[in-house]
Nanobody, 124 residues
Framework: QVQLVESGGGLVQAGDSLRLSCAAS????????MGWFRQAPGKEREFVAS????????SYSDSVQGRFTVSRDNAKSTVYLQMSSLKPEDTAVYLC?????????????????WGQGTQVTVSI
């Protein structure tokens, strides 16, 4: 199993940047593909980005493509989400998730482990 804790959220203005971190505990971090999701009140959980465990292959939703970058440091058992050119519509709770599936997926149901989330609020 893996336990996930997100950090780095906050209140920023449109156009600003934030870097979110997801720290994993346990001894099997490099067995998991990792995903970032976000959820705003009253909305469905939305796929944001993913990164594979070894090859570091990445995938992004159309809404964040070109603005967000996902990365991971397996030695530190940490995955990151660098967010730039933030927009008010990016406001949400951002959640880190882990899946043991051997294929890339954007489906929340494929991810067995989730962090508690970190709030990102973009004003203006």
């Amino acid at each position: 199993q893996v336990q996930l804790v997100e950090s780095g959220g906050g209140l920023v203005q449109a156009g600003d940047s934030l870097r979110l971190s997801c720290a994993a505990s346990g001894r099997t971090f490099n067995d998991y593909n990792m995903g970032w999701f976000r959820q705003a009140p009253g909305k469905e959980r939305e796929f944001v980005a993913s990164i594979s465990r070894i090859s570091l292959s990445t995938s992004y939703s159309d809404s964040v493509q070109g603005r967000f970058t996902v990365s991971r440091d397996n030695a530190k058992s940490t995955v990151y989400l660098q967010m730039s050119s933030l927009k008010p519509e990016d406001t949400a709770v951002y959640l880190c998730a882990a899946t043991s599936h051997h294929f890339r997926t954007s489906a929340p149901s494929a991810y067995a482990y989730w962090g508690q989330g970190t709030q990102v609020t973009v004003s203006i």
